[in-house]
Nanobody, 115 residues
């Protein structure tokens, strides 16, 4: 099982980034896919999730209206479009795949929002 995040980097406040998470080794379309983040000294924080069927989305209040989660089951990939980025969005961003008791994490990608 592999989840490989990409697309992180340094961006100025107000800017945008699109994160990708490429999945392999499991039946991607059956899993709820989510994004989390963890800033230094803080707990891992839920950001957004998208269901396996129907693509229903759910967001944390902290990112609602700025971030958009989407998935492409044909490409086994989940995305996180991040707009209007703020310095407090600086963190390592993680992809998560969950199906019943099965729960997988990627290694994370660093996002730094700074001028």
């Amino acid at each position: 099982v592999q989840l490989v995040e990409s697309g992180g980097g340094l961006v100025q406040p107000g800017g945008s980034l699109r994160l990708s998470c490429a999945a392999s080794g499991f039946t991607f379309r059956s899993y709820v896919m989510s994004w989390y983040r963890q800033a230094p000294g803080k707990e891992r924080e839920f950001l957004a999730a998208i269901t396996s069927i129907g693509g229903i989305t759910h967001y944390a209040d902290s990112v609602k209206g700025r971030f958009t989660i989407s998935r492409d089951n044909a490409k086994n990939t989940v995305y996180l479009q991040m707009n209007s980025l703020k310095p407090e969005d600086t963190a390592v961003y993680y992809c998560n795949a969950k199906y019943n008791a099965l729960n997988y994490w990627g290694q994370g990608t660093q996002v730094t929002v700074s001028s």
